[in-house]
């Protein structure tokens, strides 16, 4: 046990650390529990987590200002506990840096095969210069999108969202990150125009446009290319 | 019931003086014409000169004219014509008193014509009134639409007497406000606070003459209760206070049938709420009570008996509590956006959507649900983006395709599409279930509506396509059912307003703001 990965999960609800610890145990897991945003400050540091499982109601402090302060050193993946209709809060937690968000209530099957996405997910994106995904691969050394075998022609625009798309593949990119990152501050509102955008570069790199598989939507918060592993998870 | 009469003109010396002196002229004609007759010709009866102009006189001026033409012919011919001439001593009695019979009899004579000639005009009149009040009464009894009553009256009141009038009810406030006008005379602040006067003050009461209004005011009561006020414009006409009088009555029972018609309205209305409340209630309890006692059940018999069960026994169990924990979040859900609804918290964030996220996204969601059917999608590939909040839009969406893997059967195609029509984009859900009558896809919306109630039919909340409907609406939408009847499967067509422009998804954000679709 020696090797075995640790998270931290944040959370006020006893019953809720309960069963995710039982939940994360039982798939090799070591589980530190922080029932405030103090203890998990606190915890964060020094025990390292590989992970943080953050409720974003805590009794003490609010889990968005517990992610911010351990974004300041920290880039451990964070996965967020959020309830529904709580889009801006979403926004806001990926905004600061979370790595994704499961919605409560949820089952403890969706919630551990979240977390091993989160922690699989890291070297991989990190080292490898192709990114693939189903017949979708993203060669960032060259600059070269093919699909099925065949090279998709991209605007060097469109070839930029597709590129940070995969840097964070797997997480969801927010709206205003996206147009932020590759148009600049000046359009971080412009909803519309990126609408038309995605569904180019969709028309692009999906076999279906119209249902699309590998850049799908969080309505409301962004959009989010899927990793192999959430791709066959539709299967 | 009190009228007062805007202008008294006072032609009285001109009127009355007018027979007299008519009479008087006559009777020097009559006079001139006997000199004449009797110089030329031995005539003994010179009344026959006289009762003409007494009789004229009867007949057009009446008693009183005609009286003083009998005495002016006494005095002329006593004067002139009985000996002895020229004084008003008379030899002979019996002339006399033969003139004073023929024109006395005349004197009477013609006022008597005049009353039987007046009074059949004041029956005719009468016949009249009674033929307007029944007209009046016939109308307004066949207004089928209450709200429409005091327009009608207005309307007949005008009719019959000819005036621009008002009907004047109490306004949410207690004073008096227009309820309806006819004839295109404007009611003003200042005749409102004449009404609002009159109404206050108990008996009827009619402003002095220059109150500043134009309108002659009759309130109109109900018992002793009153109901609202009838205004004519400028009615100088006089209407005769007994009409008047009638004519109220029949508005007063007019408006008091609009009065009940209200209330029995507001009664049917308070019954319905209550129940649909007892309604929710039972359905909330019930759809809540149930998964709770599966749950509650399920949840102890594996704490004390979870070492007798065998494996297959407990997996049994806690599928069971897990599915109805399942169902218990699904129902909270809906009742929570309900509540939303409800409580007007309801705040769509309306910004160009593309159909594509949305369907997507909704079967992602319902993916577990949607497992033993076939779902399709036929989006148009240049589908114009929609103007719309697109997370209650999906939230709509699976709430329909919920409804629809539940009454579809199992295999069967559940096909989501959307095309372009003229002015909207039309998104729709056509499923190959058991559809529904015509009378069920107009209540298919409504507040806990079950197409079956029967056991063994698909549970639910019945609130699903309520709440579809008001998301719905609330992006500015429209949803129908249709269905060409049982066993025809059921689509749901949803239409949605189109982002008014539509960028060219150049490179550049902004570029081709008013570009045609891309």
Not at chain 2, 103 to 117: H, I, N, Q, S
Not at chain 2, 220 to 229: A, D, K, L, S, T
Not at chain 2, 382 to 407: H, R
């Amino acid at each position: 046990m020696s090797n075995a990965r640790t998270i931290l999960v944040v959370d006020d609800e006893k019953q809720i650390r309960r069963f995710l610890r039982t939940g994360l145990a039982v798939h090799g897991y070591d589980v530190i529990e922080a029932e405030s945003g103090t203890e998990a400050l606190r915890l964060a540091p020094t025990k390292a987590p590989d992970l943080m499982v953050l409720d974003l109601q805590l009794g003490d402090m609010d889990g968005l200002d517990v992610l911010k302060r351990i974004r300041e050193w920290s880039w451990m993946p964070v996965l967020i506990l959020s309830v529904r209709d709580r889009e801006l809060e979403k926004v806001k937690a990926f905004e600061m840096g979370a790595d994704d968000y499961i919605t409560k209530p949820f089952g403890v099957a969706e919630f551990v095969a979240r977390v091993n996405a989160l922690l699989r997910r890291i070297p991989e994106v990190a080292v490898q210069p192709v990114f693939s995904v189903g017949d979708l691969s993203i060669d960032m050394a060259r600059r070269q999108v093919m699909r099925d075998g065949t090279e998709v022609r991209l605007s060097p625009k469109e070839y930029a969202v597709l590129q940070h798309l995969a840097r964070h593949a797997g997480k969801v990119v927010t709206h205003g990150q996206m147009l932020n990152e590759i148009w600049g501050s000046d359009h971080a509102e412009d909803a519309h125009y990126l609408r038309i955008f995605m569904r180019k570069l969709r028309q692009k790199i999906e076999r279906d446009p119209t249902q699309p598989r590998y850049i799908v939507t969080e309505l409301g918060i962004g959009y989010r290319l899927r990793m192999q592993d959430q791709l066959e998870a539709l299967a | 019931m009190g009228g007062w009469r805007g202008h008294k003109t006072r032609r009285v010396t001109m009127r009355h003086i007018m027979p007299y002196l008519l009479t008087s002229l006559a009777l020097i004609g009559a006079g001139l014409a006997a000199h004449v007759v009797t110089s030329l010709t031995a005539v003994v009866a010179i009344s026959l000169f006289f009762v003409p102009v007494v009789l004229f006189s009867a007949l057009a001026f009446g008693l009183f004219p005609a009286l003083y033409a009998v005495a002016c012919t006494m005095a002329i011919a006593a004067f002139f014509f009985y000996p002895p001439i020229f004084s008003l001593a008379v030899h002979s009695s019996v002339q006399m008193v033969d003139l004073a019979i023929f024109t006395g009899v005349a004197a009477v004579v013609g006022p008597l014509a005049d009353w039987a000639r007046r009074s059949a005009r004041k029956l005719k009149q009468r016949e009249t009134r009674l033929h307007q009040l029944y007209e009046v009464g016939r109308h307004l009894a066949a207004v089928a639409e209450t709200a429409q009553i005091p327009q009608a009256i207005a309307g007949q009141v005008m009719r019959v007497t000819g005036r621009p009038c008002a009907i004047l009810l109490t306004g949410s406030d207690g004073a008096p406000q227009v309820a309806a006008l006819a004839g295109g005379a404007s009611f003003v602040g200042t005749d409102l606070s004449v009404a609002a006067g009159l109404w206050s003050s108990r008996p009827a009461m009619a402003p002095p003459d220059g109150a500043g209004s134009a309108w002659q005011m009759h309130a109109i009561r109900h018992g002793e209760q009153p109901v609202g006020i009838l205004a004519l414009h400028e009615a100088s006409a006089v209407v005769e206070p007994v009409f008047m009088a009638a004519l109220l009555e029949l508005i007063a029972t007019a408006l008091e049938r609009m009065r009940l018609a209200e209330r029995s309205e507001i009664a049917r209305i308070d019954a319905k709420a209550d129940q649909l409340r007892d309604a929710i209630l039972s359905s909330i309890s019930h759809d809540l009570r149930t998964p709770l006692a599966a749950i509650l059940g399920s949840a102890s018999t594996l704490e004390g008996y979870g070492t007798l069960c065998s494996e297959a026994e407990r997996q049994e169990l806690a599928a069971a509590i897990r599915e109805e924990a399942e169902r218990l979040e699904h129902f909270l859900g809906r009742l929570f956006d309900l509540t939303r609804i409800r409580a007007g918290r309801l705040h769509p964030v309306l910004e160009p959507v593309d159909l594509v996220d949305v369907v997507e996204a909704a079967l992602r969601r319902c993916r577990p649900l949607l497992a033993g059917h076939e779902s399709q999608v036929e989006l148009a590939p240049s589908l114009p983006l929609v103007f719309s909040d697109a997370i209650l839009l999906q939230q709509a969406l699976v709430n329909i395709l919920e409804n629809a893997a539940k009454y579809a059967a199992p295999g069967t195609i559940i096909l989501v599409g959307a095309f372009h029509a003229a002015h909207h984009v039309e998104l729709f859900i056509r499923d190959n279930g058991r559809g529904m009558t015509a009378e069920q896809s107009r209540q298919v919306f409504d507040h806990f509506y079950r197409a079956t109630d029967r056991a063994g039919e698909p549970g639910g909340s019945g609130l699903g396509l309520t709440i579809s409907r008001a998301f719905i609406e609330a992006c500015g939408g429209s949803i129908v059912a249709e269905s060409a009847g049982l066993g025809q499967g059921t689509t749901m067509r949803i239409k949605l307003p189109l982002a008014e422009s539509t960028a060219d998804g150049g490179d550049e954000p902004g570029s081709g703001k008013h570009g045609v679709a891309a």
